[in-house]
Every structure is written in C-alpha cells, then in structure tokens.
C-alpha cells in the first residue's frame, strides 16, 4: 500500500503553549483512520497542523510523498487535503447550492459533482436553494461534507462529524463513508463516539495531552486498552497500587 499522509514527531503550538508533542501518524492510500481522544488532547490542533492553518514550519509531514509542512493552507488544499472543521462553518448568506459550489474552487478534477453530491445526501435536494443556515444540524454537516468533497480530495479529514447530532442523522452520515471511498478518497475521522470509530476505522489512533497513547486495528484492541489510552487510568490504578 502507498503512504498517503506520514507525519514524524510532529510538534504544534498556540504562543508559548505546546499542544502537541511529537505526533507519528500515517494514512495508507484507500484508509479510513480514526482519531479519538478526550476533549483538550489535540485533535482539531493536529487537523489544522495538516491543513496548514496553524503553522507547522521545520515540521515533517509527507503527503503524497511531498513535504507539506509549510505550504500555505491554499496549496495544501490543491493538493488534494480537505477538511470538514468542527462546528461546519458555512456561509450563512449562501445557499445550499452555493455553498458546495464554493467547495470545487482551486480543488482537483474526480467524481464528486453537484449531482454525486445530493445522490449521497438526498436530504439537500429540496433544500438546494435554502440558506445554510435554514437546516438542520444533520443536514448542515451533509452540506459540509459535500462541500469539503466537492474539491475531489485524496484524503477527506472530518472534525467531530457526529457532535450534537441525533442518532438517525448520524446512522446516514456514517453511511456515506463506504461510498466516499470507493470514490478513492482515504479518511481521517475525529471521532469521539468511541463505538462508532471502531466501527468505521480499519485503524484508531488516541490522542492525550498531545501525545498518541494507542494505536491499532479495531481487532487488536480491548476495551481496557482504549479506556486506558483515552482517560490515562492504567497510570492512576498503578499509582493507586
Ligand atoms: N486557539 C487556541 N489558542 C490557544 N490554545 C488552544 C487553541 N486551540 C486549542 N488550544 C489548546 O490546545 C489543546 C488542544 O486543543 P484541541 O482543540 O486540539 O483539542 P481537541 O482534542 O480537538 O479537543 P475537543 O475534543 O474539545 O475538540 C488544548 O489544551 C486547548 O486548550
Ligand atoms: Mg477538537
């Protein structure tokens, strides 16, 4: 398998603030990752060390066996990264329409198209012309999703896809990965629905304090190890010994 995303002992800070703290992460080709870990750990910082929104000079990060590290978010974008941020983000004065329209500037040539688009999510068909901000929060994470794709990336990297969103809303959601990797598109999902990132990750990372504390296929993996990895209890019981 060809490595898509690899990064090394990569470090981020906010100021004097050091948020992570050597992160060795990598993507194969066709991968769908999960990236789970409780608030404050280092999640979103790691997405926006990626995409180039917040600065990650003189660090190592190879995508598609290019040095991204340093690259201004537009030619990181080009490149063929896209990212769904926490929380959605659409333009509130646009439409449904216009709002995936703006996803395809500067992106690359593929499958997704308006068209691919609302066959994934035919909620938005109706609501095409709605102002973003007139859906609900189920289907403004579709839009944002289809925005995100519409740039036809390589890897898709999704901020908290499920957050808030009631279970049904969140069953469709999921249900559109297996589709958009058969588009070729590898994953990287945030997730903090432990059972769900099993479920859709053929390999979980877990961040804490910055650091990856576990890593592994959904197989290889216990409960007790997660819980361990996730919330440091293994130290704390030993302490407590
Ligand atoms: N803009 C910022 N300025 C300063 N510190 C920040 C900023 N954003 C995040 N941090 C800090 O960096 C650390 C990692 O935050 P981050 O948002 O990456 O965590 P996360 O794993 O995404 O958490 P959550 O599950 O709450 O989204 C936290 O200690 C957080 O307080
Ligand atoms: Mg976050």
């Not at 007139?134 to 499920?162: F, H, Y």
């Amino acid at each position: 398998m060809k490595m898509l995303l690899e990064t090394k002992g990569l470090k981020a800070f906010y100021g004097d603030f050091q948020a992570l703290f050597g992160i060795d992460l990598s993507i194969e080709e066709g991968e769908a990752v999960a990236l789970i870990g409780s608030n404050g750990a280092g999640k979103s910082t790691f997405l926006r060390a990626i995409t180039g929104l917040i600065n990650a000079n003189e660090q190592d990060i190879h995508f598609n066996g290019n040095q991204i590290a340093g690259q201004s978010a537009h030619s990181i974008h080009k490149a063929g990264i896209a990212m769904v941020p926490e929380g959605r983000r659409l333009f509130p004065s646009l439409s449904v329409e216009e709002n995936l329209l703006i996803g395809s500037a500067g992106g690359r040539p593929g499958p997704w198209s308006l068209d691919a688009i609302y066959d994934l999510f035919p909620d938005l068909v109706t609501k095409k012309n709605n102002p973003g901000t007139a859906l609900s929060g189920g289907q403004q994470q579709m839009v944002a999703i289809g925005r995100a794709l519409m740039s036809n990336p390589r890897l898709l990297m999704c901020d908290e896809i499920s957050l808030g969103l009631a279970p049904k809303v969140i069953k469709s959601i999921y249900e559109a990965i297996p589709r958009i990797r058969e588009g070729g598109t590898s994953l990287l999902v945030v997730e903090q629905d432990v059972g769900q990132a099993l479920a859709v990750a053929d390999r979980v990372y877990c961040f804490m304090e910055g650091r990856v504390t576990l890593t592994g296929t959904p197989d290889e993996l216990t409960r007790h190890d997660i819980a361990a990895a996730y919330f440091g209890m293994q130290e704390e019981q030993e302490e407590n010994n």
